[in-house]
């Protein structure tokens, strides 16, 4: 059945909350663990079917947010969504005091009960207008960051279809593409700011009302973080300082003297060579016929799973105006099929953004037969496990795509993944900072930023962009806005996926492979540092990881003579 074909139908609270009340009931009444696991199913089932529909106003309303339709259903939906929360911790807290739980704990994993547990002490009924008041931000977010339209080269252009002039090999084009993009978060600083500020203020609300010191603790718990808090995660970004923004500033010196630059700006960043970045060969189509082939030779698994992505027409890929920014992968769970969205705009980036979130839709293939629907995806850190590592895992294949630009897309690819892991905890830091101090001014926020990004991006020079060097680049970042602390876990993964990148090029392919099919068939089934245990990985908040795998890169880079490509 196509994407297309799937059908909704809007879950009505009032109907949901009398099912959900009649099953606990019967639930809390049971007279043996049987009874209260084959209520479970029910209850998952109820679970599924909301989910589905969740979802599946998401995702249409992702691919157009000008679609009437789906835009009151997504208005629908950041209202009802909290009820629904609210009735499943309601169930929740039921396991939890089921007189049967070591019962049940033998026939489903305790990961389980651990994120019940997590859930409960993130809801309350109390907190229940400001989880709406929420969503509705978020939604705001969203509606103006698809709402760009930048009148540049004779063309109305959304902020991803910008991304090819910022890669131009001619300077003032770059530049002024830049300025373009960089325009409008300036030119609707105001709203941002007022978004930003809505959210930062009703979220510590929601952290106090919990019972919370502020919203860092509770934005833990709602991340299902079990094995680790804000000052392992501290600890981990003073790795990343000591060990890969050394490297990071080496990369652009490198990056600068292939370029011929010897005052490397911000808008030189996203160029590698002065012949070109590496570009895939193919439009949309192409691409996607290219993916087919790698991932037909790649494995059985994969040629099954990327057939039936294709035969379900389970992609939005192309960008467009109206269409959120971004890419992400979900899962859509009465049908058991995952569902890739992305904008592709003629870069690199295309193929990366295909590599990663197939990454996530294989994962998410292959542990579909978990009967639990919250132990389908693990938590978002071992997520990007998955999909990061599958871009590295597809290295073999890049001659589809790039054919003799191969290794000059692997060297930025390589390059860009080490690059993008200060960037991350920069995120990550100013987030902990912001909320934290929930009381400081927009203005203040973007010094904090502007500060923390000298930390740990000491190359980056705004010249005369007043808006980035007053610390404006951020908004840009969705994650900031509708998924907090959520970036960190990107970083975590890129160090996790170094592990596989290692494995996959300097020792036994078939091993490596089945280590990483085994960690996908686990899906959510353990927290992070079990799962990396499953994937024979090291954990990146151990002292020797990062230095561990930032040898072999180095060295990898090394060896390429990048002044030639």
């Known amino acids: 059945m196509k994407f297309s074909e799937y059908e909704y139908v809007r879950p009505d609270v009032e109907t949901v909350k009398v099912q959900y009340s009649e099953l606990i009931e019967k639930f809390n009444n049971s007279k043996n663990a049987d009874e209260q696991f084959k209520l479970i199913n029910e209850i998952n089932n109820l679970s599924k079917n909301i989910d589905t529909m969740v979802n599946l106003v998401a995702v249409r309303h992702s691919i157009n947010t000008a679609d009437e339709f789906y835009d009151k259903e997504n208005e629908y939906m950041d209202n009802a969504s909290p009820h629904f929360q609210g009735f499943t911790v309601e169930y929740y807290k039921s396991l939890i005091n089921s007189k049967f739980k070591e019962e049940l704990k033998e026939k489903i994993a305790p990961q389980y009960f651990t ?4 859930e409960i002490k993130s809801f309350s009924d109390e907190v229940l207008n400001d989880l709406q008041e929420e969503n509705k931000l978020q939604s705001e977010y969203d509606k103006l960051i698809s709402s760009a339209k930048i009148n540049y080269d004779g063309k109305i252009l959304n902020l991803s279809q910008m991304q090819p002039y910022m890669q131009s090999l001619n300077r003032p084009t770059r530049k002024e593409a830049y300025e373009k993009y960089s325009g ?5 600083i105001d709203k941002f700011d007022e978004i930003f500020d809505k959210m930062v203020k009703i979220r510590n609300k929601i952290a106090v009302k ?20 804000a000052k392992d995660v501290e600890k981990y970004r003073n790795q990343v300082l000591k060990y890969i923004v050394p490297l990071s500033v080496e990369l652009r ?53 990327f057939n039936y992505m294709i035969e379900n027409d389970l992609f939005d890929l192309e ?22 969205f992305a904008n592709f705009n003629g870069t690199s980036g295309d193929v990366d953004t295909l590599t990663h979130e197939a990454g996530h839709a294989f994962q998410v293939y292959e542990s579909s037969d978990i009967d639990i629907p919250e132990l389908i995806f693990p938590t978002l850190e071992a997520c990007e496990i998955h999909s990061m590592s599958m871009e590295f895992i597809t290295w073999p294949w890049m001659n ?27 995120v990550d ?11 400081l001014n927009p203005e203040e926020r973007r010094a904090v930023w502007r500060e923390i990004e000298k930390k740990y991006l000491p190359c980056i020079d705004y010249e005369n962009n007043k808006f980035y060097e007053k610390g404006g680049y951020w908004f840009k970042q969705g994650h900031i806005f509708g998924n907090p602390f959520y970036y960190i876990d990107y970083t975590l993964a890129q160090v996790c996926a170094f592990q596989y990148w290692v494995k996959f090029n300097s020792g036994d392919r078939k091993k490596a492979w089945n280590e990483y099919l085994h960690l996908c068939k686990v899906g959510g089934s353990k927290p992070f540092l079990e799962l990396l245990k499953e994937g024979n990985l090291q954990s990146p908040f151990e002292d020797s ?3 561990s795998v930032i040898e072999p890169i180095r060295n990898w880079l090394d060896s390429v003579d990048d002044a030639k490509l």
């Not at 994120?115 to 997590?118: F, G, I, K, L, R």
């Not at 409008?184 to 609707?188: P, Q, S, V």
């Not at 193919?282 to 030779?297: C, L, P």
Request: aromatic fraction near 18%; charged fraction near 30%.
């Open 210 to 229: 919990l019972g919370y010191k502020d919203f860092v603790e509770l934005a833990y718990i709602r991340m299902h973080r079990s094995e680790y808090n």
């Open 115 to 118: 994120m019940a547990e997590m």
């Open 545 to 547: 990881t990062i230095e």
């Open 429 to 439: 830091e100013f987030q902990h900072r912001v909320y934290e101090n929930p009381n």
């Open 184 to 188: 409008f978060f300036e030119e609707n």
């Open 253 to 305: 010196k490198r990056q600068a003297k292939r370029l011929g630059i010897n005052n490397f700006k911000y808008y030189d960043k996203d160029l590698s060579f002065t012949s070109g970045n590496a570009k895939p060969k193919g439009n949309k189509d192409w691409m996607v016929d290219k993916a087919k082939q790698m991932y037909s030779e790649l494995s059985p698994e994969t040629k099954e799973f």
């Open 319 to 340: 960008t467009k105006p109206n269409k959120q920014s971004g890419g992400y992968c979900t899962y859509i769970q009465n049908y058991k099929s995952p569902f890739i």
């Open 400 to 426: 589809l795509f790039f054919e003799e630009n191969e290794l000059k897309y692997k060297f930025s690819h390589l390059s860009d993944a080490v690059l993008f892991i200060p960037y991350g905890v920069t």
